[in-house]
C-alpha cells in the first residue's frame, strides 16, 4: 500500500527567507506524485506535479520540488517566501498502473507554514 | 479550467437529520472523491466513484453512502448525522488514472 509523510506539522518563516517542506513517500514502483496547497476556508489547489522525467519540477508561485527515487523524497521549495504562502501544504502520491477502481491519491497529513513579517 | 462546486459552504444540521452533500464538475472526469478534512488527520477518503453507478469505499466509509446518478455529480449522504461527523468535506475529480485531482471548495458541515 502506499504512504505518505510529512513529518513537519507546523513551519514557520520570516518572509524573504527560503522554504522546504519535506515528503516521503513508500510506494512499490515510481509514483505520480503531487503537491498541494490549502489557503484558510478554501478547497485544495494543485502547486506542481511529477510524473516522469526530469526530477526537478517547476510549479506555480515560484514553487519547485525535487524527486528523489534512492531517498523515496519529493521536497517542495520556494527560496523567497511571501506572506501569502502562509497555507497548509500537502504531498500526494498516486498509482501509476490502473488498479482497476479509480486512480486513488494518498495524501500526507499536512505542514502549516506560518510566515512573519 | 476544470471547476468543482459543492452546492454549500457550511450547513448547521441536527443529530439524526439526514443530510446531501452536493458536488458537481464539469469536465467530464470519469473519477470522483469525497473526502473528510479534520485537524491533524489530513484528508481522509470517505468514497469514490470511477463511472456512472459505480462506487468504491474508502478509508472511512461508515456513516455514509453516495450516489452518482449522472457523470457529472456525486453526492454524499449521511443517513443519520451525528456530532462525530462535524467536519470539512471536499470533493473532487479526475480524468484518468494517477492524474492530478481537482478539488471543490468544501463544505464545512457543523451537526449539534
Known amino acids: 500500500a502506499q504512504s505518505v509523510t510529512q513529518p513537519d506539522i507546523h513551519i514557520t518563516v520570516s518572509e524573504g527567507a527560503s522554504l522546504e517542506l519535506r515528503c516521503n513517500y513508500s510506494?512499490?514502483?515510481?509514483?505520480?506524485l503531487f503537491w498541494y496547497v490549502q489557503s484558510p476556508g478554501q478547497g485544495l489547489q494543485l502547486l506542481l506535479k511529477?510524473?516522469?522525467?526530469?526530477?526537478l519540477v517547476q510549479g506555480i508561485k515560484g514553487f519547485e520540488a525535487e524527486f528523489k527515487r534512492s531517498q523515496s523524497s519529493f521536497n517542495l521549495r520556494k527560496p523567497s517566501v511571501h506572506w501569502s504562502d502562509a497555507a497548509e501544504y500537502f504531498c500526494?502520491?498516486?498509482?501509476?498502473?490502473?488498479?482497476?477502481?479509480?486512480?486513488?491519491?494518498?495524501f500526507g497529513t499536512g505542514t502549516q507554514l506560518k510566515v512573519e513579517l | 479550467d476544470v471547476k468543482v462546486t459543492q452546492s454549500s459552504r457550511y450547513l448547521v444540521k441536527r443529530t439524526g437529520e439526514k443530510v446531501f452533500l452536493e458536488c458537481v464538475q464539469d469536465?467530464?472526469?470519469?473519477?470522483m472523491f469525497w473526502y473528510r478534512q479534520d485537524p491533524g488527520l489530513g484528508l481522509r477518503l470517505i468514497y469514490f466513484?470511477?463511472?456512472?453507478?459505480?462506487?468504491e469505499k474508502g478509508d472511512i466509509p461508515e456513516g455514509y453512502s453516495v450516489s452518482r446518478e449522472k457523470k457529472e455529480r456525486f453526492s454524499l449522504i449521511l443517513e443519520s448525522a451525528s456530532t462525530n461527523q462535524t467536519s470539512m468535506y471536499l470533493c473532487?475529480?479526475?480524468?484518468?488514472?494517477?492524474?492530478?485531482?481537482?478539488f471543490g471548495p468544501g463544505t464545512r458541515l457543523t451537526v449539534l
Open positions: 473532487a475529480s479526475s480524468l484518468w488514472a494517477g492524474n492530478e485531482q481537482f
Open positions: 510506494y512499490g514502483a515510481t509514483p505520480y
Open positions: 511529477y510524473f516522469s522525467g526530469d526530477t
Open positions: 500526494a502520491v498516486g498509482p501509476t498502473t490502473f488498479t482497476g477502481g479509480g486512480n486513488k491519491l494518498t
Open positions: 469536465m467530464d472526469h470519469e473519477n
Open positions: 466513484s470511477y463511472d456512472v453507478k459505480m462506487k
